[in-house]
């Protein structure tokens, strides 16, 4: 490690480590967080070596190594690159992307000012709509990286590549993949507003906690009907993913076609998601138990020809 900066935390953004690549010079200055500075850990065009790089997969949590406000575009052109070099395999470039849109979310997550963090997100979608395109093996990989632990972040990335993944198998164009991918990752936005105690409660809710629970979705409207140039499709993937095609959900109690495609959308991958991934009080389903559950026993809450072409998605597309 080098020299410390002075400068003001808000002038970096954190990265994972996993998203470098040892050997490979960076074109940036990489840094680590201590408790009471940001000191320089590698200076653009330095690399580190394969052994210093495992060491580093093994310990990194996500938090110490930032990169200043100033290199986000070199960071995000670099990421670009990585993922078009024709010698990485389709799981390895899946990896990249995956975890460098973990990090970003993490922060999307925590900025206060909705309306930037959408527009911070439409060039992360339109990676990996560019994926979906030209790599479909890749996107397939991205699919089966989907996490195993249920985090507001993961949950929130793997909803919306489940849901463009089952949008493009529906036949959806660009600008609604778009669209959608946006609307899909932030379905949960109105859990800004549910009291934190109840999003991190292990095991049931109870009566009035549920009730909270299940505003979330017009905590999500309240938020985003104040800010400008929001779709109504964005809106209605937010306010419309708990409905049920039997008409029996909420918060409308709509039915059938009268919920927006992309509610209907996120209503499978948001509860395929949830089935699928370890929480403190759940073990998880296979994809193919999950899958059959909808399809059968919850049978009338999902569009049964999505549900259809989600079993594409699952079983056609990953073998």
């Not at 070099?85 to 909705?114: N, T, W, Y």
């Not at 990676?127 to 990286?145: H, K, N, R």
């Not at 109504?232 to 419309?240: D, K, L, V």
């Not at 389903?285 to 009338?300: F, H, I, N, V």
Request: charged share 25%; net charge negative; aromatic share 10%.
């Amino acid at each position: 490690m080098q020299a410390t900066s002075d400068k003001s935390i808000n002038e970096y953004f954190k990265i994972r480590i996993d998203t470098l690549r040892a050997e490979l010079p960076i074109p940036f200055d990489l840094f680590f967080k201590t408790t009471a500075h940001m000191v320089t850990y590698l200076r653009a065009g330095d690399h580190l070596n394969a052994e210093k790089f495992k060491t580093l997969l093994l310990k990194d949590s996500g938090q110490h190594f930032y990169l200043l406000e100033s290199d986000r575009w070199a960071y995000r052109h670099f990421m670009k690159e990585q993922i078009q070099i024709g010698s990485l395999s389709s799981s390895e470039k899946a990896h990249l992307l995956r975890a460098s849109a973990l990090g970003f979310i993490e922060e999307m997550f925590e900025q206060p000012d909705v309306h930037k963090a959408l527009d911070d997100a439409k060039p992360l979608i339109q990676d990996f709509v560019d994926v979906m395109e030209s790599d479909p093996a890749t996107m397939a990989d991205l699919i089966s990286l989907s996490s195993h632990d249920f985090y507001t972040y993961n949950h929130s990335l793997d909803v919306s590549i489940y849901s463009l993944a089952l949008a493009k198998t529906l036949g959806f164009d660009r600008p609604h993949l778009e669209e959608l991918g946006l609307g899909a990752l932030f379905h949960d936005i109105g859990k800004r507003l549910v009291k934190l105690e109840i999003l991190l409660k292990q095991g049931a809710l109870d009566e009035p906690e549920w009730d909270q629970m299940q505003r979330h979705p017009q905590f999500g409207l309240e938020i985003l009907v104040t800010k400008p140039n929001i779709t109504p499709g964005i809106i209605a993937a937010c306010f419309e993913h708990h409905e049920s095609w039997a008409g029996n959900g909420y918060p409308q109690k709509l039915a059938g076609d009268e919920i927006h495609p992309y509610g209907r959308i996120i209503a499978i991958t948001d509860t395929f998601d949830a089935m699928t991934t370890k929480r403190s009080y759940n073990t998880p389903m296979t994809p193919q138990a999950s899958l059959e559950m909808m399809r059968d026993k919850l049978k009338g809450r999902y569009d049964p020809e999505m549900i259809k072409a989600m079993t594409h998605v699952l079983f056609t597309q990953l073998t």
